[in-house]
């Protein structure tokens, strides 16, 4: 059995005010996927959440998604995907049923009972079980189980009632902050959640061949290696530029029991991005003789303030090669910040929880809000996200959190 492990496509995303979809980043890599695809043939393809960047995405957003999907079904490829936590359930399980006969199965509701789709190779049946992103309160009220109060706890009980038969071969297509034993990896500044906040330990998903995870925009195994985060196809923060390749995973199933084979099959980017630091002379040194094109920069100065005429230097210097500044800022504190130039880039919203933070922590005079408050303003991030970003879903949650913090201060 082949197939192909996706995660976090976030079609639909802006970095730093550039739209992705619109640039042509992620048009470029679904078409160079489905040359990948169309070379390799696989089985399957499976996507482990964040299909789209927002709940409510664009036209063009959802249109990149019915290409990518109808293409592989057209090839003979069964489709598979999960809700993440930035998709609407609700908008992706529209026509599922319908959908499912073409091979396309997504879920995007959470059931008690999960969708289990069975394949079958020389070696017999492979299930995918699919499993949308899911917290505590919503698991508690699909099985009626008040005692679900954390997300180990509703992954582990949501799993155990499916009877699995593990003798079998089994696959588990998950987006969930996974961790091993509590130590959770460095990860992109992209990605909306707070550390230590939702984890479930890789012990979780013992007797299953294979986790496909989503969440995290890095690619790696966790706690074993068939328990393994794919990554995002795009890096969509310059802290990923860590990673030096991205690209989804093929993996191959043989026997139960034996060991699958797990390749990273690199898909380069239309735009790379590259993080330059140091001082206005080194950097202006170093690309002056470089010549690489077509790139996505973000300019770190260490020895001066940022000022019109070194912006303007290095956005002149990069647009003559193709490539853009996303972001141009300096580290040099001896005279402390200054406003940036107002012909810089806007920068990149921030994830709802995020915010919800921020407000937390300024009514509280700077105090960071414990992980029990961490863990409510996360949940109150879910809640407008799965409702939608209307103005009156946030005027309630907003209402909400200044009651909450106002309580907090009367029992400081």
Not at 136 to 155: E, F, H, N, S
Not at 162 to 172: C, P
Request: proline share 5%.
């Amino acid at each position: 059995m082949k197939f192909f492990h996706l995660a976090d496509l976030h079609f639909g995303k802006s970095i730093h005010g550039v739209p992705l979809l619109e640039n042509g980043d992620q048009p470029v890599w679904v078409e160079r996927f489905l040359a990948l695809a169309e070379e390799t043939r696989p089985d399957a393809v499976v996507i482990a959440g964040d299909i789209y960047d927002r709940s409510a995405p664009s036209g063009d957003a959802v249109a990149l998604f019915d290409h990518m999907a109808t293409a592989l079904t057209e090839m003979g490829v069964t489709v598979m995907a999960v809700a993440g936590n930035h998709d609407s359930g609700q908008r992706l399980s529209f026509g599922g049923s319908l959908l499912a006969k073409q091979k396309l199965h997504i879920a995007g509701v959470l059931s008690p009972r999960l969708p289990c789709v069975t394949l079958s190779d020389g070696h017999g049946p492979v299930n995918f079980w699919l499993m949308p992103y899911i917290f505590p309160a919503l698991a508690a009220q699909k099985l009626g189980d008040d005692g679900i109060r954390d997300y180990d706890t509703a992954v582990r009980r949501l799993l155990t009632s499916q009877g699995i038969d593990f003798t079998q071969r089994n696959v588990l297509v998950a987006h969930q902050n996974v961790a091993a034993n509590g130590i959770e990896t460095s990860r992109g500044g992209s990605e909306s959640m707070v550390g230590g906040i939702g984890q479930v330990d890789y012990s979780a998903f013992d007797g299953f061949d294979y986790a496909a995870l989503g969440h995290i925009h890095a690619a790696y195994s966790v706690g074993r290696t068939e328990v393994r985060y794919a990554g995002s196809p795009l890096c969509y923060h310059f802290d990923e530029t860590k990673q030096p390749a991205k690209g989804p995973l093929l993996v191959e199933l043989g026997a139960k029991g034996t060991a699958p084979t797990i390749t990273r099959r690199d898909i380069p980017p239309l735009h790379p991005m590259r993080r330059i630091r140091g001082s206005f002379e080194e950097l202006q040194q170093a690309e002056l003789q470089n010549a690489v094109q077509g790139e996505y920069i973000q300019v770190i100065l260490t020895d001066r303030r940022l000022n019109p005429s070194i912006d303007a230097f290095f956005r002149n210097l990069f647009e003559k090669r193709g490539s853009t500044v996303l972001e141009i800022k300096s580290e040099y504190s001896q005279f402390g910040a200054l406003p940036a130039p107002s012909n810089t880039r806007p920068t990149e919203e921030k994830a709802i929880e995020a915010l919800f933070m921020d407000f937390y922590t300024q009514r509280r005079g700077g105090l960071v809000p414990t992980p029990q408050e961490q863990e409510l303003l996360r949940f109150a991030g879910e809640q407008v996200r799965h409702t939608g970003y209307g103005k009156d879903a946030l005027e309630r949650q907003a209402k909400a959190l200044q009651q909450f913090a106002l309580e907090q201060e009367a029992e400081k």
